[in-house]
């Protein structure tokens, strides 16, 4: 835990700020900050869509009784991409637009299922078929004696 917090806070702002230098000796400052606000507008309306497609296809699988696992995991991923699209920077925001790539979305959401979720319900759910022999004994009260 100790190592995503570090690379959150630490690591990321400073990849952040070495690909701000970058693009702003290739652009020049003005293109650069405005670069950065196009890919916000831009994440926003993407994420905006799609979530809104998310949520029909939640409706759906309720609807056609099939759990919708698989479209809720997918809406986490897009309001993540969301987040990554808001914070200022170019590194964030790929990250955020490869989180909006349909296929991309799908392989994680399927990969967090098969990780995360299907060890859980197995190992609850797990029948035991062996048999146990017990004797037993009933006890009176005193009172029925």
């Known amino acids: 835990m100790f190592y995503i917090f570090l690379t959150i806070f630490v690591i990321l702002p400073v990849i952040e700020i070495a690909t701000f230098i970058q693009f702003g000796s290739v652009l020049g400052t003005f293109n650069t900050i405005l670069l950065i606000f196009v890919t916000a507008i831009i994440g926003v309306y993407l994420v905006r ?4 497609s998310t949520i029909l296809n939640i409706n759906n699988d309720i609807q056609s009784g099939k759990a919708p696992i698989e479209h809720i995991i997918g809406g986490l991923i897009i309001a993540i991409s969301g987040l990554l699209l808001l914070v200022p920077g170019f590194v964030t925001d790929l990250l955020g ?9 799908k392989l994680i ?9 299907n060890p859980m319900y197995t190992s609850k759910h797990q029948q035991d078929n062996s048999v146990i022999d017990v004797d037993y004994v009933e006890i009176k009260d005193e009172d029925e004696k």
């Open 109 to 117: 959401s399927q990969f967090m299922i098969k990780k995360y979720i």
């Open 97 to 105: 637009f490869i989180g909006l790539i349909p296929h991309i979305r």
């Open 49 to 52: 869509l799609q979530g809104l």
